[in-house]
């Protein structure tokens, strides 16, 4: 079982940068899928970015081009490097694991972390 714990969120004004961070504990994330997912006020959650555990990528066409995903098996970590930061992009993020995962469906990741607030705002 892995544990997930997300830092990095804040307050940025639009155009700015923020960089997530997401740290495991419990067991290597060397075999998981990892993604990141945002839920703004009032909406569903939507999931805008995932690497799976042969380092492909994907990502939500929202945030092609601004946001970059990255893993660093040797810290245990993932992180996600958010630039061109606009309003719309505020909300929680939250990091999620899926054993064995391929990044083929916003659906099915086991394990969550507590979030992130990341707000958007002049």
């Known amino acids: 079982q892995v544990q997930l714990v997300e830092s990095g969120g804040g307050l940025v004004q639009p155009g700015g940068s923020l960089r997530l961070s997401c740290a495991a504990s419990?067991?290597?994330?060397?075999?998981?899928?990892i993604a990141w997912f945002r839920q703004a006020p009032g909406k569903e959650r939507e999931r805008v970015s995932c690497?799976?555990?042969?380092?492909?990528?994907w990502y939500d066409d929202p945030v092609k081009g601004r946001f970059t995903i990255s893993r660093r098996n040797a810290e245990n970590a993932v992180y996600l490097q958010t630039n061109s930061l606009k309003p719309g992009d505020t909300g929680v993020y939250y990091c999620?694991?899926?054993?064995?995962?391929?990044?083929?469906?916003?659906?099915?990741?086991?394990?969550w972390g507590q979030g992130t607030q990341v707000t958007v705002s002049s």
């Open positions: 999620a694991a899926q054993l064995y995962g391929s990044c083929s469906g916003p659906a099915g990741y086991d394990y």
């Open positions: 419990g067991d290597t994330l060397d075999y998981y899928a």
């Open positions: 690497s799976n555990q042969y380092g492909r990528t």
